[in-house]
């Protein structure tokens, strides 16, 4: 579960300030994010995610309130316990699709490097049908190739909250279906909360609930 | 550590081009003052080694360092020539062994060595085929020089006429080869030996012809007293020294008047060394006397400076190279933000991060000193082969 609030945050001394009164996500729970560009949506995820620090008010993931960590507790907590899913893709170009999927293990000393996380990487990369192209180097890869290998890496630690920023914002109709059929059938076997920024309305009806940013805000 | 090193081995792995072009640059920086250093130290080892094992050089007054080159190593223009007599006087004080030197033709690009055979003994020389030369016209062939002119006893070479267009100059004389040096890794090895009077001979010194006594030279006989014959430029010379014509070679005037272009002296003791360079200190002397091993260490003293001016020429090319270095990994990290960013917001810690990027530079970094001590290594076995080659050629 989620919840956050009187979330108040503020880029440097810049001007873009996000304020979030109150918003509960309940574990499991399909959620699509929508909102114009520039309204604050992926900082929204990255506070969730304990990647960015609220200046003041309340977020808890799972009832761990993240800013309350120390920085290397909160990582450790996003790499098992969330699983991020960016519009760009973020491969490394020069690590194939085998080694992109375990750039997490290979990144954080919390999670070891062993038989049993390549068996999962291989059996995710089967699952999204890349499993003939684990050799292959990232940028020899589709665009919709690149997005699975994506998910595939944030879905290695099974994690219990998945958060997608616009996960089919630079692929075609196909697999963009496919993509998101991916990410909420993983979400749903594993009980995972999904949270996921869009602008693609044709996609909004696979969501338990939509939230506009612009009634979050007020 | 080891996952960090993978990533940072898989991204130069990926870029290999830039990565290559990385490590050759800092290599080649590291190599060269190294490489050179060595190279120099070679290239000294071998200049004094061949010049310690000529005690004294006796020659005409002029530069040394000629002097030195042309006798020990064959290189340079024929210096002054000083004459036979030094060497009879030499060896007449019962100071020292004299080995008369007189090196000015060339067969084939390959110097002719008019000396003897005290030669041989002084340099240690071993003959791996044939015998030493015994009659005028005879050479033997250094290891290299048989090679290269694929000659071998039984062969016969002719020496080369020093102008083309002189026609009242030096005819050409063909030279038995009965002889053939084992491979000594001196300059020795691409000589052609000869007895210093055949030398004489090439000179046109001493020459062979026609018997004017006989009747075919009637023709050519212009005038005859009781004491000398006058003949006219038909009569027939020799260019190849036989057993049926060396008889009629001879020599006009007194041999201690010939040419030689030096005297190795070598001294029956430390002491009687000393006593022969007294001997040559006069200003009065036509000739020097020289320790061959002090010329050299003042070449190489010039060298070791020129080494220090091209060190310091290096050593600012190794600032802007390494400079180039930081400033294409400095715009590679600024390209890198967002990839650095994704492990950081995956769950790589800031240092891990860093490590990933400071391991490349490590990777870097050791590849190029694993290049460069290959290429120190390289010139160490190989260098004393090269400098040798160079010398030989």
Redesign the interface.
Known sequence: MIEIRDLDFRYGEGDFALRVPELVVERGERVALIGPSGSGKTTLLHLIAGIALPRAGRIATDGVALPDLDDAARREFRIRRIGLVFQEFELLEYLSVLDNILLPCRISPALPLNAAARERAVALAHGVGIGEKLDRMAERLSQGEKQRVAVCRALLVAPGLILADEPTGNLDPDNKERVLDILIERAQQSGATLITVTHDRDLLERFERVIDFRELLS | MK??L??AW??L???RVKTAILIASIALIVYLPVGLNVLVSQSAAELTARAESTPLLLGAKGSPLELVLNSLYFESEAPDTTTYEQAERIAASGLAEAVPLYIRFRSRERPIVGTSLEYFAVRSLRLAAGRPMAVLGECVLGAEAARALEAGPGDSLVSSPESVFDLAGVYPLRMRVVGVLERAHTPDDRAIFVDVKTAWIIEGLGHGHQDLAAPQAASAVLSRTDDRITANASIVQYNEITADNIDSFHFHGELSGYPLTAVIAVPESERSGVILLGRYEGADQIAQILRPVQVMDELLETILTIQSYVLAAVAVLAVATLATAALVFWLGVRLRR??LE??W?????RS??AGVLVSEVVVVLVLAAATAAGLTALTSRFGSAAIRMFLLS
């Open positions: 996952d960090v993978y990533l898989r991204y792995a990926y870029h967002r990839e994704t492990l917001k995956i769950g790589g810690s891990a991060v």
